[in-house]
């Protein structure tokens, strides 16, 4: 809750809360705060499937492309370093998403295991105004202009520079788990455990030899993401994949597989409830 009041543009909110003497004073902050990270959570939500949308109609998630550069006026700037976050772990690609507003663009990547992303944009530095950053995570603010043009410059140096099987993804798993396990005292653990990111990223389990309970699902508006319900021998969840949706016949000619995922809470029509987000599918 805290870092959301700095990506909102309220980071001095949360100095106060951290320092007042008023007892009063703390709770109208912590209330303010609170509704702030809800804002924000939305924020990302809505610039992720937008950003996903994108990547489809512009064909930037086909095999052949190495990096994936969005830019739009709307999108938040607090928030898009957390989205290019969510977006690697969909495509695996090194990222940069910009706010392009008022004629000057703001913007943030994320890279992946062994593409050095400061020394990319070094390589791409005159379509830049200026940039800063490390191997794996970079600002940058460019002119709206040149945007189209520093996108194929980054494309073509990944293309040159990044060696073979960079973008083979895998996945590192923190520990197998029963669906039980995900009661509510653990679940505010993990969530201790924010913000994450490249040096902080989401803690990824593993359940093995579950089965379906209930047909699965083709949900969006392409059908392209998978709803199913699980269950293991201590438990039941509900399921979200994202771009999974091809996995359904699958799915139906099987009896157990195991699931990669990361749990979260969903809220929906005033109820909450437990959603495993799922990483990746294997068949047994």
């Known amino acids: ?161 990044m060696e073979d099987g960079t973008l083979d993804s895998y996945l590192d798993i923190d520990a197998e788990a029963r669906i039980v396990d995900f009661n509510e005292g653990v679940m505010r653990e993990l969530n201790i455990l924010e913000p994450f990111g490249a040096g902080n990223p989401k803690p990824l389990f593993a359940a093995r030899g579950v089965k379906l309970i209930a047909p699965p699902r083709t949900v969006g508006s392409r059908n392209d993401h998978l709803q199913i319900s699980i269950s293991d021998d201590s438990g039941a969840v509900r399921c979200i994949g994202f771009g999974m949706g091809k996995l359904e016949k699958k799915l139906l000619e099987t009896d157990r597989f195991s699931v990669a995922f990361e749990p979260q809470y969903n809220t929906y029509n005033g109820r909450t409830n437990l959603q495993f987000v799922l990483s990746d599918i294997q068949f047994e």
Not at 29 to 40: H, P
Not at 62 to 75: A, F, G, Q, Y
């Open 1 to 161: 809750m805290l870092n959301a009041a700095g990506r909102m543009g309220h980071a001095r909110l949360a100095v106060e809360l951290l320092t007042t003497d008023s007892k009063v004073r703390a709770m109208q902050i912590a209330g303010y705060l609170k509704d702030q990270n809800r804002l924000r959570q939305k924020c990302q939500r809505d610039i992720f499937k937008q950003a996903k949308q994108r990547i489809t109609q512009t064909g930037l998630n086909h095999p052949d492309r190495k990096t994936i550069v969005l830019s739009d006026e709307n999108w938040h700037t607090g928030v898009i370093g957390i989205v290019a976050s969510k977006v690697i772990d969909t495509y695996y690609r090194p990222t940069i998403m910009i706010n392009a507003s008022d004629g000057i663009g703001k913007g943030s990547g994320r890279s992946v295991a062994g593409f050095d992303l400061h020394g990319a944009l070094t390589a791409c530095g005159g379509h830049l105004i200026s940039f800063g950053g490390h191997k794996m995570a970079a600002g940058l603010k460019i002119d709206m202009d040149n945007i189209a043009a520093f996108a194929e410059a980054f494309e073509a140096y990944a293309h040159e520079n």
